[in-house]
């Protein structure tokens, strides 16, 4: 079954209501995140692809992650409640719920704008050069396990 095309303006626009039902009061089902952290979080996906970010993984780690990690990330299989988090995706300080929630869905509207060809062969920092699939489950899949995560 493949996963939800995130670079067609109706699945975008889903995940984006799918946001805008969040209050910065909605509670977590699971996981120790509180909403505004886990659209901060939510966000580092893509502060990688359209940021510059300086804590890119290192030869050795890349290996690691490209060899035990990568097939499960770009995959369609559901991430499982709970996993483990990559550190540099860990949100410990208090968030803005309004920053981080405009922020996401800019995001979001990007992906739409610069479409599939954009992301073909586009490198990922951890996991090396990935197809416009794998980045849409990659996108798609982490950010409905976290909406669903909120209950949303």
Known sequence: MALPNIYNQSVAQDLINRINNLTPETPAN???????????????????????????????????????????????????QNGPTAPAFIIK???????????????????????ASFFEGKESSSFGVLTSIEWNNMMYKHLDHHLKQFGV
Do not use: A
């Not at 940021?51 to 990330?73: A, G, Q």
């Not at 309004?98 to 704008?113: H, M, Q």
């Open 93 to 115: 300080d208090s968030k803005d719920f309004s920053t981080e929630k405009t922020r996401l869905i800019n995001y979001i509207n990007d992906v739409v704008k610069k479409g």
């Open 30 to 80: 699971w996981g120790k995140m509180n909403v505004s952290q886990m659209l901060s979080h939510s966000n580092i996906t893509y502060e990688y692809v359209f940021d510059e970010r300086n804590d890119h993984p290192n030869f050795l780690m890349k290996f690691i992650l490209k060899m035990f990690i990568k097939s499960k990330v770009v995959s369609e299989t559901p991430y499982p």
